[in-house]
């Protein structure tokens, strides 16, 4: 069996489980917040206090905005080349009733999570410059991350993909403009 072939396999059981689960009604609230924060309005939320909070704030704030710059190059030339469909298309779980976004015509595939490239892209560089909120700026991006999964949106994979990539593209730029 071939390392794809294990993934997807890997996807679809997990999938399974996910959707057969029962969500607390607090889980369902909390994913259903961060995916919807993921959207963009925590970044805006981010990106305003960054700014006003001036000097080194400012830099910080530049060099998440070419994280995600880069970050979502990347996911328009991945996503039209790979055009895998989303787990939302085959089964929704039974209590959740969430669609994706579908803004651009990428959206409407799955690999790799947007929302969870994105966070981590914007997240790395301010957890990497202010390390006194690191904590909870990465718990929000895994928050993100991780609602995409729950609520059916994404493959397991395509959500560690993205992370995985805003985290070292975040990183890369960080060590590159502010370090």
């Given at each position: 069996?071939?390392?794809?072939?294990?993934?997807?396999?890997?996807?679809?059981?997990?999938?399974?489980?996910?959707?057969?689960?029962?969500?607390?009604?607090?889980?369902?609230?909390?994913?259903?917040?961060?995916?919807?924060?993921?959207?963009?309005?925590?970044?805006?939320?981010a990106?305003?206090?960054?700014?006003?909070?001036?000097?080194?704030?400012?830099?910080?704030?530049?060099?998440?905005?070419?994280?995600?710059?880069?970050?979502?190059?990347?996911?328009?030339?991945?996503?039209?080349?790979?055009?895998?469909?989303?787990?939302?298309?085959i089964?929704?779980?039974?209590?959740?009733?969430?669609?994706?976004?579908?803004?651009?015509?990428?959206?409407?595939?799955?690999f790799?999570?947007?929302?969870?490239?994105?966070?981590?892209?914007?997240?790395?560089?301010?957890?990497?410059?202010?390390?006194?909120?690191?904590?909870?700026?990465?718990?929000?991006?895994?928050?993100?991350?991780?609602?995409?999964?729950?609520?059916?949106?994404?493959?397991?994979?395509?959500?560690?993909?993205?992370?995985?990539?805003?985290?070292?593209?975040?990183?890369?730029?960080?060590?590159?403009?502010?370090?």
């Open positions: 069996m071939s390392v794809l072939a294990l993934v997807v396999a890997s996807d679809d059981r997990l999938l399974g489980r996910v959707l057969g689960w029962r969500l607390p009604r607090w889980v369902r609230v909390w994913m259903l917040a961060a995916s919807r924060l993921g959207d963009g309005w925590l970044w805006l939320a990106a305003l206090a960054l700014a006003v909070a001036g000097g080194r704030a400012q830099r910080v704030l530049a060099a998440a905005f070419v994280s995600t710059a880069i970050a979502n190059a990347l996911l328009l030339c991945v996503k039209r080349r790979v055009r895998r469909p989303r787990p939302c298309e089964a929704r779980p039974r209590d959740i009733d969430v669609r994706p976004l579908v803004w651009f015509p990428s959206d409407r595939y799955s790799p999570s947007g929302h969870a490239l994105n966070a981590f892209a914007i997240s790395s560089p301010i957890a990497l410059a202010f390390p006194g909120v690191a904590l909870p700026v990465l718990a929000a991006a895994a928050s993100v991350a991780a609602s995409r999964v729950v609520l059916g949106l994404h493959w397991l994979s395509d959500v560690v993909v993205g992370a995985l990539a805003g985290l070292l593209i975040g990183s890369a730029v960080w060590l590159a403009l502010l370090r």
